[in-house]
């Protein structure tokens, strides 16, 4: 059987020169089913018609076939290139272009858009931070638990102590009907550091957000039921106080200063219940509760202040509750 042919000189300038023509389309044409006498046939008429260019055509052909492998290699050498389907036309595709404004844009809201960056300049003496973040000079707690009794020290949990047991005897001489409440005693120190240790632990293993019943369960971890029983649980969450209502002492910022990096939002505290001040903000995932202004520092997410948002009041002067008198205070 013969599986090739010559070209003709047709053929052999339109694989030379037409672009169109890929390396598949001359496999095609040289491939053949024919027997070898009828191969032999072909090749006689051909060398009749093309006058005697038998020679002419199998040099441009070897010629071509070294051409196409030189190219080949030197293209596997500098990045692989693939080769479109059959009957298909290559068109490169265009670059994106940016049209480069040709001076400053300014929006409606009259900020203005630099066309070439603005050069830093000496930061002003307001904006310079004197005093390094984090604890304050003469503060090295050596462990943990050190650093937490900064924050809580004796005197902290003893005016939490005071309050939550105040609290209690409220809903004591509320719900008289209760039996639970009216025999539950006062709480004790340890139970109020069980407490605030327990809410720090179910934080630090992500399993606040979970219900209570799953917490106290066999599958929940053992520190857990081992703190504090259910029922005394459920209670102290419902009656822990960490201030008075007259004072707002905050013991907080006597140990930590702020980075630079300070920002004032708005938050929703989610709340159904009946309260003078509760908003309603269809766009937040509770829609109900009690908006509060939070100063946090972005770096170690520690919150310095909030102040929670009642309204106009009469006592206030106007423009208390903006944005800028807010960041102010």
Not at 201 to 226: C, H, M, Q, W
Not at 235 to 260: G, Q, V, Y
Not at 291 to 309: I, K, M, Q, R, T
Request: glycine share 4%; charged share 30%; net charge negative.
């Amino acid at each position: 059987m013969c599986s090739k042919r010559y070209l003709t000189d047709k053929e052999l300038e339109e694989a030379l020169y037409d672009s169109d023509l890929y390396m598949d389309d001359i496999n095609l044409d040289l491939q053949s089913s024919d027997s070898e006498s009828d191969c032999e046939t072909r090749v006689e008429k051909q060398v009749d018609a093309n006058d005697g260019n038998l020679a002419n055509s199998r040099k441009s052909l070897l010629e071509y076939e070294e051409s196409s492998s030189a190219d080949e290699t030197d293209s596997d050498d500098d990045q692989d290139i693939v080769i479109p389907a059959r009957n298909t036309r290559r068109r490169p595709r265009p670059l994106a272009k940016i049209d480069k404004p040709k001076s400053d844009m300014k929006a409606p809201s009259g900020t203005v858009w630099k066309k070439s960056p603005m050069m830093q300049k000496r930061r002003f003496a307001a904006n310079v931070m004197k005093t390094a973040p984090g604890l304050k000079q003469g503060i090295k707690p050596q462990t943990p638990l050190e650093a937490f009794r900064l924050f809580f020290n004796d005197i902290t949990i003893e005016l939490i102590l005071l309050y939550t047991n105040q609290k209690l005897q409220a809903i004591k001489d509320t719900e008289t009907r209760s039996s639970f409440l009216q025999k539950s005693r006062n709480f004790q120190k340890e139970e109020i550091l069980g407490f605030i240790g327990f809410l720090i632990t179910a934080g630090a293993y992500k399993d606040n957000k979970d219900p209570v019943d799953e917490i106290f369960s066999e599958e929940g971890l053992p520190i857990y039921r081992a703190t504090l029983a259910k029922h005394r649980f459920l209670l102290l969450l419902k009656c822990i106080r960490f201030d008075d209502k007259n004072t707002r002492e905050d013991t907080f910022p006597k140990f930590l200063n702020p980075s630079e990096s300070v920002v004032i939002d708005e938050e929703l505290i989610t709340f159904h219940g009946r309260c003078k001040f509760r908003v309603f903000i269809p766009t937040k995932p509770g829609k109900y509760g009690i908006e509060a202004n939070v100063l946090c520092d972005s770096e170690n997410y520690y919150c310095f202040a909030v102040e929670p948002y009642a309204g106009k009041c009469e006592n206030q002067p106007k423009g208390y509750n903006s944005g800028p008198e807010v960041v102010k205070r």
